[in-house]
């Protein structure tokens, strides 16, 4: 079976994004460039927490529902919330309402706050685990350095910051170029990758 599939122009993709309609404009704007932005970082974090055990098809569809609920997850704000918080998003049914996730979430950008005072900025403590060894694109779904970040944010107190969901982070920004050989977007994001000035360096 081909890793790819040919897109409506007739360009070879990788072959997730012929699965869902809403997958092709992520695949070819989003997936794999390079992200230096705190905010859209924490949202990533956040929402792959949310996808454990569910599709990420679902988490996309209500991503604009997520960013209403989380004040676009700016996490000095949503390390605010309060219980109440917690309850009107349990009511809220245009998000994945499991309490675990949501306390997760409001946790973790308790958690941003600190790091952001010491490191700078979150992605500069983030980029420091670009990963320098890569396995054949979509091959494997976690690494070495997914580990070790996973493992880092755990004693820093982060939740819902597991290896498997660490490494999908890592997929869609941009800190390895996982489009498959024949891609059409993957010598954009090579490119992308190329001209980005890591943080923090």
């Not at 675990?100 to 706050?113: C, D, L, M």
């Not at 890592?170 to 943080?199: T, W, Y």
């Amino acid at each position: 079976m081909s890793a790819t599939i040919a897109g409506p122009d007739g360009k070879s993709r990788c072959r997730w994004s012929g699965a869902a309609p809403e997958f092709l404009a992520y695949h070819d704007t989003e997936w794999g460039f390079p992200v230096d932005d705190d905010r859209r970082l924490f949202e990533k974090l956040s929402l792959e927490g949310f996808q454990s055990g569910l599709s990420w098809r679902t988490i996309l569809a209500k991503r604009e529902n997520f960013r209403a609920a989380f004040h676009d997850f700016d996490f000095d704000r949503i390390a605010g919330f309060t219980e109440g918080d917690v309850v009107r998003l349990l009511k809220d049914e245009g998000i994945v309402r499991h309490r675990g996730k949501i306390e997760a979430v409001i946790n973790n950008s308790r958690q941003a706050r600190k790091l952001v005072r010491r490191e700078g900025s979150l992605a500069a403590f983030i980029w420091r685990y670009e990963p320098k060894q890569l396995a054949k694109p979509q091959t494997v779904s976690t690494s070495a350095e997914a580990i070790a970040l996973s493992k880092d944010l755990k004693k820093l107190g982060w939740k819902f910051v597991g290896p498997t969901t660490v490494y999908a982070f890592m997929q869609a920004m941009g800190l390895i170029n996982d489009h498959v050989a024949g891609c059409v977007i993957r010598s954009k994001v090579e490119r992308a990758r190329k001209s980005f000035k890591r943080p923090g360096r």
